[in-house]
């Protein structure tokens, strides 16, 4: 029986599978696993009553085990591993914040006004560093074989590709040529492909209101 998820529509457009990296992370992993599944496109402007009732707060994504809704997406994956231990997604504990905070300093640089304020330096300081990592232990974060952690970071890459590119008209330098050969290993999969927003404009459209609201 397939496996009930909710995940984030698009902006302006309801029926479309929408921007959250996080929720991408959840179909990422089931698209990896083979695990069956039914999306149910979440419109966060006009949120359903069904989906409030099984989840007050309305956070996406959100996953249904055993007749219970889980919304936290780390709890999430956990519990998919659990579940579904083949093929194994587990990243060992070494390498399990590997670019973890690449996500944040992308979100600071973007809502940056300031030219000068550090935002750039900090996320080019954490993407060198996932650049040294996968240097030694590449292609993937743990070796050949993919694994949670990189689930975790293409949605969040696909973000810094596509709203730098547009905002800032910013890309990632070239010198980082293991971080542009993940990045290309990681959009090329069929599971990236076939959880990745429709349109890059979804991702922009996401973006923009909290950008000029900044």
């Known amino acids: 029986m397939a496996i009930e998820v909710c995940a984030k529509a698009a902006t302006g457009a309801p029926d479309v599978l929408g921007d959250c990296p996080f929720s991408q992370r959840i179909l990422l992993t089931l698209e990896e696993k083979k695990i069956p599944y039914k999306t149910h496109l979440i419109n966060l402007d006009s949120k359903p009553e069904w989906f409030l009732e ?118 990632v330098p070239e010198s980082l040529t293991h971080v542009h050969n993940y990045m290309k290993l990681l959009f090329s999969r069929e599971s990236f492909e076939k959880t990745k927003p429709v349109k890059e404009e979804y991702v922009i459209a996401g973006w923009a209101p909290k950008i000029n609201n900044a």
């Not at 083949?86 to 690449?102: C, M, N, Q, R």
């Not at 809502?111 to 590449?138: I, R, Y």
């Open 54 to 171: 099984v989840n007050p707060e309305g956070k996406v994504p959100s996953i249904k085990f055993d007749d219970k809704w889980v919304s936290d997406s780390d709890v999430i994956v956990g519990i998919i591993e659990d579940k579904y231990p083949d093929p194994s997604l587990t990243t060992p504990p070494e390498f399990a914040s590997v670019g973890s905070k690449i996500f944040p300093k992308f979100v600071a640089f973007l809502k940056s006004k300031d030219a000068n304020d550090g935002t750039e330096q900090a996320l080019l300081d954490e993407l060198k560093a996932l650049d040294e990592h996968l240097k030694s232990h590449g292609p993937y974060v743990n070796g050949e074989t993919i694994s949670a952690v990189d689930l975790s970071l293409a949605p969040k890459l696909y973000h810094v590709k596509v709203a730098l590119g547009h905002f800032k008209k910013w890309t």
